[in-house]
């Protein structure tokens, strides 16, 4: 299914007599059957957007709306969404199976639907419990947690509770998939381990799912799409490689980067660009004379021969391996100093002048306000 917002806007009255806009006229949409990964920093809108999408929070002004259905007034029961919390929220008393079971037995609206589809379906189950029990042991084997249905959720570990949480979303076969921060509480291994299972259990499914995050690594890892917000307000909606390498402002730039970027200071001065205080190369086009920061990626700026075009020198200033990567730092004419990956000459010394040149295309100008300019 698909979600469109259209302005979607929702604001916190506050004690003090500014009200909090927390999303600030939203448009999206996200097409059916992708998984998105709706990704920011701390405070950014990114939970509330999901509220609203799921029913849970009102809208200030706005409309979201389900494939055609404007589903803006709709109380969240109706809205055919699974929803899978950060903390799990399981009933910790109830089995996994009554734990997965529950939104089927637990609403009058499901029940009904489920009995309709039993009726329709001339389902394999002799009985409409048997085919009750079907949907859950369906639900379980496809998050793999099949031998634990008889535990209780206090004793399963961090992975299996939200994979039973999961379970617990998609038993109802709904038509789009929230997750609020789902790998959050979980350590470094499993956290891996869960975003690669959101993934698979998301293609199996084909459920449209809206992943929020703060982690743009994971968000990059699974998403057939991200969209970025930041202030409430969208910055950039791509597929995470095209966001990656294309990204759409300064604020995108360093947030999808794994910190791996270099923010150098430079201007353009009669059409000119210079790094630091240097000269580098002419424009492919005429820009304003102005102060700009240039964002360059580690891994992009290179050894080069010299005087090679849109070369520039910097002496080296230190090495650095952190796991199996090891960086170089070095230091412009006018002090500035710029990291980049180490690929293949461990030999470098301390004061060595490099010749270096930056891969075409991924030279990131932005103007004062954080606003690409140029990218070339
Ligand atoms: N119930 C509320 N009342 C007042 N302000 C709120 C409320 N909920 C959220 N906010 C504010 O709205 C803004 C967006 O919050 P939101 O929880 O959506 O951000 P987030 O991107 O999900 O952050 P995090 O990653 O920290 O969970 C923040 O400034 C937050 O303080």
Redesign the pocket.
């Known amino acids: 299914m698909q979600v469109r917002l259209e302005q979607l806007t929702?604001a916190?009255?506050?004690r003090k007599k500014d009200s909090?806009i927390?999303?600030n006229k939203l448009d999206l949409t996200i097409e059916s059957g992708k998984l998105i990964g709706l990704l920011?920093?701390?405070?950014?809108?990114?939970?509330?957007?999901?509220?609203m999408v799921a029913g849970i929070h009102d809208v200030t002004d706005g409309k979201i709306y389900f494939d055609d259905r404007d589903v803006t007034e709709l109380s969240a029961d109706k809205r055919g969404i699974g929803l899978v919390f950060q903390n799990y929220a399981l009933y910790p008393h109830l089995s996994v199976w009554d734990n997965i079971a529950f939104p089927l037995l637990n609403s009058k609206d499901m029940k009904k639907r489920l009995k309709k589809q039993f009726a329709e379906q001339h389902s394999n189950s002799p009985n409409y419990k048997a085919y009750i029990n079907k949907l859950v042991e369906d639900a379980a084997k496809l998050v793999e947690i099949t031998a634990y249905l008889d535990r209780k959720p206090g004793e399963l570990s961090g992975g299996q509770q939200q994979r039973v949480a999961i379970a617990r979303a998609i038993v109802k076969s709904p038509s789009i998939l929230l997750m609020?921060?789902p790998l959050s509480n979980l350590d470094a291994r499993l956290r891996i381990q869960t975003r690669d299972e959101i993934k698979r259990i998301q293609q199996q499914t084909g459920i449209t799912t809206i992943m929020?995050t703060?982690d743009q690594e994971e968000a990059l890892a699974i998403s057939d799409e991200v969209i970025v917000?930041k202030d409430?307000l969208l910055q950039q909606q791509g597929a995470p490689q095209d966001v990656y390498d294309n990204p759409a402002n300064q604020f995108v730039a360093e947030f999808i980067s794994r910190s791996q970027i270099n923010m150098v200071h430079g201007k353009i001065a009669t059409n000119k660009l210079y790094l630091g205080q240097e000269e580098w190369f002419p424009l492919p086009a005429p820009l304003m004379d102005q102060e700009v920061t240039i964002g360059l990626r580690y891994e992009n700026i290179k050894h080069a021969m010299e005087n090679i075009e849109r070369s520039f020198t910097a002496s080296v200033t230190a090495k650095a391996r952190i796991g199996g990567i090891s960086t170089v730092q070095v230091r412009l004419a006018d002090g500035q100093q710029i990291t980049l990956l180490n690929d293949h000459d461990e030999s470098l010394r301390e004061s060595e002048r490099l010749n270096l040149v930056v891969k075409p295309q991924s030279i990131l100008v932005f103007n004062q306000k954080g606003e690409k300019i140029l990218q070339c």
């Open positions: 929702k916190f009255e506050s909090v927390a999303v920011g920093p701390s405070g950014c809108g990114k939970s509330t957007t999901l509220f609020d921060e929020v703060h917000l409430g």
